[in-house]
C-alpha cells in the first residue's frame, strides 16, 4: 500500500544506551529530527523528556507532546496514539533505550502505521543486539534474537538447554537478554546447563565507560564467573554445528 502524502511519518527515534554519551551513539541527522518534532511517544514519559534534554532539544520540553506506550497499553488505544500522525503531524517513537520497536512495545504501533498507510522511517542509532553480535565473534551470517527467557527456574533451564540444541542444529548464533538484576541468575542457568565447549559471549555496558564484551567457552566461565548484577547485558550462545552435547 502507498503511504499517504497528507500523512505525518512515524519516525522511529534510537535513544543512548544507559548513561553513553549521545553524540557518540546518536548521529547528527537523528538529533535533527528531535529538534524538530513536538510529538512524541514513549514507554515511559519520564525517561522520554529527560532523553530531550541530553539531546538539548531546543524549546522548553514541557511543550513537547509525550504519549505513553508501553507493554500495558490497551490495544484499543493506538487509533488514538496514530491520530497525529492521520492529520499530518510528524512524531517519533522513542524506546527506553536503543532502538525502538526491537525488545521494545512500540512494534504494535509500527504495525499499525503501516495498515493505515502511514510512512514509517527509521533513524540510525545504538542497537545492543546488533553491538553485542558485531562484537562476539560468533555466526553473523545465521543468528535470532529470543527476548527474554522465562523467569521460573525449570522453565528457564529447559529453554536455556533448548536454545544450546537449536544453535548446533541450525549453526545459528542465539541471543537473549535479561533484566539487569537478574543477570547473575541466567548466567547461573546457563552454565549449568550447557556443554564446556559451547561458547558464550555477554556483552555488558555497551557503549558505556564500562563496557566489557568476551566470547569464552563454558568451561572457561566456569572457571571465572563476572559479575552482572545490575549491568545491562545481552548473552549470546553459540555451539558449532555437529558438535556433541558433553557435561
Given amino acids: 500500500m502507498t503511504a499517504k502524502t497528507s500523512s505525518g511519518i512515524l519516525y522511529l527515534l534510537p535513544t543512548g544506551l544507559g548513561d553513553s554519551a549521545l553524540d557518540s ?4 541527522g537523528s538529533r535533527a529530527v ?15 523528556r529527560a532523553f530531550l534534554k541530553l539531546v538539548e532539544y531546543p524549546r522548553p520540553i514541557n511543550t513537547a507532546t509525550i504519549s505513553e506506550l508501553n ?3 490497551p490495544a484499543a488505544t493506538i487509533p488514538l496514539l496514530l491520530a497525529p ?6 512524531v517519533a517513537l522513542v524506546s527506553e533505550a536503543g532502538c525502538p520497536a526491537v525488545a521494545d512495545p512500540g512494534a504494535l504501533l509500527v504495525r499499525a502505521a503501516h495498515a493505515a498507510g502511514i510512512r514509517v522511517e527509521p533513524l540510525i542509532g545504538p542497537s545492543s543486539i546488533l553491538l553485542a553480535l558485531m562484537a562476539s565473534g560468533l ?3 545465521n543468528f535470532a534474537f529470543n527476548g527474554y527467557l522465562p523467569i521460573e527456574k525449570t522453565r528457564r533451564a529447559w529453554h536455556v538447554r533448548d536454545l544450546e540444541q ?8 542465539q541471543i537473549f537478554i535479561e533484566t539487569p538484576y537478574r543477570n547473575d541468575a ?7 546447563e550447557c556443554s564446556p565447549q559451547t561458547l558464550l559471549c555477554i556483552a555488558t555496558d555497551i557503549t558505556q565507560p564500562g563496557e566489557q564484551i568476551m566470547t569464552r567457552s563454558i568451561a572457561d566461565w566456569r572457571r571465572n564467573i563476572p559479575e552482572l548484577d545490575k549491568r545491562p547485558s545481552v548473552f549470546l550462545l553459540y555451539c558449532p554445528k555437529g558438535s556433541r552435547r558433553a557435561t
Avoid at 551513539?25 to 547528527?28: G, N
Avoid at 513536538?38 to 514519559?45: L, M
Fill in 25 to 28: 551513539v546518536l548521529p547528527a
Fill in 34 to 48: 528531535a529538534h524538530r518534532l513536538t510529538y512524541f511517544i514513549a514507554e515511559n514519559p519520564k525517561s522520554a
Fill in 71 to 73: 507493554k500495558d497499553t
Fill in 85 to 90: 500522525l492521520q492529520a499530518g503531524i510528524d
Fill in 139 to 141: 555466526n553473523g551470517q
Fill in 166 to 173: 537449536r544453535s548446533r542444529q541450525d549453526d545459528a548464533t
Fill in 186 to 192: 541466567m548466567l547461573q542457568a546457563v552454565l549449568a
